[in-house]
């Protein structure tokens, strides 16, 4: 399926707009208002579900590999999480995961 250049630049377009109203309904209606004790408590964890969502998905079915699971990303992970709640640091967590997975990757092929 090819799109015209107008096609294109008008799905661009409508997307800026939606993700411009989308943020603006939150930021620019609710942004100067005290929230709710309630709400500030659950956006604590908006960091951490949305980490683990955009890196969950590449180590269960990795492109690199044709989406087949691999242990060197799979040992990352682990690593990443066992660091993480160790040193409670996200910083340690991420420099331990990506040396298991550069020495994993230079093992295992």
Do not use: Q
């Amino acid at each position: 399926m090819t799109y015209s250049v107008a096609t294109i630049w008008g799905i661009i377009a409508v997307l800026g707009v939606a993700t411009f109203l989308i943020r603006f309904s939150f930021l620019g209606l609710l942004g100067s208002r005290e929230l709710p004790d309630w709400v500030l408590r659950h956006l604590r964890y908006t960091p951490v579900a949305v980490l683990p969502g955009l890196v969950a998905p590449l180590v269960i079915w990795p492109d690199a590999t044709g989406g087949v699971p691999d242990p060197a990303r799979a040992a990352a992970a682990i690593a990443t999480l066992a660091i993480g709640y160790w040193m409670r640091s996200t910083i340690w967590a991420i420099a331990a995961g990506t040396a298991v997975l550069f020495l994993g990757l230079r093992l295992v092929g």
